[in-house]
């Protein structure tokens, strides 16, 4: 077994490289498309929350909401609020 350490970026700055390093642009933003994941700034998946289904809708939306803010956030990206909701509900 490889053992890898990461260490935590000391800077907003330093936070999106790390990320961009791994090929994942921020920010981040919930998909329109699929509830539950979070795409980076180019639109390519980067976590998924609750593969299999089982928490309550509003949980999933709730902590895809606060997952991305908090990932953004430490990125340096200014944020009030972020929005997650059921594709299937759109109009």
């Given at each position: 077994?490889?053992?890898?350490?990461?260490?935590?970026?000391?800077?907003?700055?330093?936070?999106?490289?790390?990320?961009?390093?791994?090929?994942?642009?921020?920010?981040?933003?919930?998909?329109?498309?699929?509830?539950?994941?979070?795409?980076?700034?180019?639109?390519?998946?980067?976590?998924?929350?609750?593969?299999?289904?089982?928490?309550?809708?509003?949980?999933?939306?709730?902590?895809?909401?606060?997952?991305?803010?908090?990932?953004?956030?430490?990125?340096?990206?200014?944020?009030?609020?972020?929005t997650s909701?059921?594709?299937?509900?759109?109009?």
């Amino acid at each position: 077994m490889v053992t890898a350490i990461y260490t935590n970026p000391n800077s907003p700055d330093g936070f999106a490289a790390a990320f961009l390093a791994n090929n994942v642009e921020l920010p981040l933003e919930p998909s329109s498309e699929d509830a539950g994941v979070l795409l980076d700034a180019q639109g390519r998946d980067v976590i998924t929350i609750d593969v299999n289904g089982e928490r309550p809708d509003e949980e999933v939306y709730a902590l895809t909401a606060y997952l991305c803010m908090a990932i953004n956030g430490a990125g340096g990206f200014k944020v009030l609020a972020a929005t997650s909701s059921d594709p299937e509900d759109a109009p």
